[in-house]
């Protein structure tokens, strides 16, 4: 949503991709995934192990969200 706050989607893969490995001389991820404008809300908690995390913005509603297969 910052991205597209900004009028930048355009940079969202090169930030979100590229521009981290780059900088630290890793290989870049050739794994893709799709995001999709769609309202979802996020968990309250997440499983993690044996335990519950909180994820930031817990319960609150986000207009886009990664499109699962």
Do not use: C, M
Request: negative net charge.
């Amino acid at each position: 949503e910052a991205f597209e706050n900004a009028s930048a989607l355009d940079k969202l893969e090169g930030f979100a991709s590229f521009y981290g490995a780059d900088f630290y001389g890793l290989p870049r991820n050739i794994a893709q995934i799709t995001l999709v404008k769609e309202t979802w809300q996020v968990p309250h908690t997440l499983p993690f192990d044996n335990d519950e995390l909180v994820p930031l913005k817990a319960g609150q509603l986000l207009g886009w969200r990664v499109l699962r297969d």
